[in-house]
DNA sequence: TTCCATGCAAAATATTTGCAACATT
DNA sequence: AATGTTGCAAATATTTTGCATGGAA
């Protein structure tokens, strides 16, 4: 699920502006490690993105890929997701998009995004219900992919 | 959401039945946890359980609580859920009733267990889409709760 | 008597933070 | 020059495991 070209502008100068009003620096490092996960496959770990990013530049640290997902999420650019296996993942934000949820295969790790309409809605009318105000939500399927159902088991 | 007598009683037996399986053996602090657990509230975090079940005995070590909680997950009488807050919780597991999702409220922690046959249909309804085999979701919603949104902020 | 269970402490996992040196503005 | 940033190491926060001792069967 890659973005167009405009939505990625309009998550760039999100960053940029944020950065700006924090009094933020743009780095070497920061202005990387930002390219490498705009560019790179989606639901990435921290791990996945420093060894990614030290394939470009070798001294990267372990904080600053943390620290720098961190102030994506801060400012909307990237979402924080977890799948159960303790660790962190991060996808590029996408509010010009309807929200979006996860199909997680537990046998190849395959993570599929799905969009449900009339989930949301129900969602919704369950929240009221209870008179929730509901600011975010997870909704994740695990279980096997089409691929590793065939490759019996 | 308490569960029956009948519920109970049926789940009291799988874990017996399960020991027995598998060469366990039911000792007093096995069998302290365990009621401990049937009878307490639910969504209790390990560290809750410990300390109910130390005001009992106070002998009891943490890892005996993992370990039996974890026994009991093996053997699907509770089961394990995370909600974000980075610590492990255990339910009974219901299996006599649908399935269950939750609402939790990020300003005072209360979760609410909710149930929506209709949402189930549509999850079905898309994992068929994607030839996804499920064996398990998540489905949780966050926000804030009746009472929270009262005690304005 | 055999072998599982317990409690403690140590290890393992991941995330988060303190700090001195360094870089941006 | 002032202040934010980096990389490293140490601190956290939890869960998980090793092991000698104790207990169930």
């Known amino acids: 699920m890659t973005l167009d070209r405009a939505a990625v502008d309009r998550l760039r100068a999100r960053l940029q502006a ?8 743009s780095t070497a490092q920061r202005r990387l ?8 496959a989606s639901h990435m770990t921290i791990e996945d ?19 720098t997902l961190k102030l994506l999420a801060e400012c909307g650019v990237a979402s924080e997701r977890r799948f159960g296996d303790g660790l962190s993942r991060y996808e590029l934000a ?30 919704d009318e369950v929240a009221h219900r209870y008179g929730f105000q509901v600011t975010s939500h997870k909704h994740e399927m695990y279980g096997t992919c089409a691929d590793c159902q065939k490759k019996v088991s």
């Open 18 to 25: 944020y950065m700006a009003k924090k009094g933020l620096r």
């Open 33 to 40: 490690i930002v390219d490498t996960f705009f560019e790179g």
């Open 49 to 67: 993105l420093l060894t990614e990013v030290r394939a470009r530049d070798k001294g990267i640290g372990y904080a600053t890929v943390y620290r």
């Open 94 to 123: 996408d509010d010009a998009k309807a929200h979006h949820d996860h199909l997680i295969c537990i046998s190849c790790g395959t993570i599929v995004e799905f969009e449900e309409p009339r989930i949301e809605t129900l969602q």
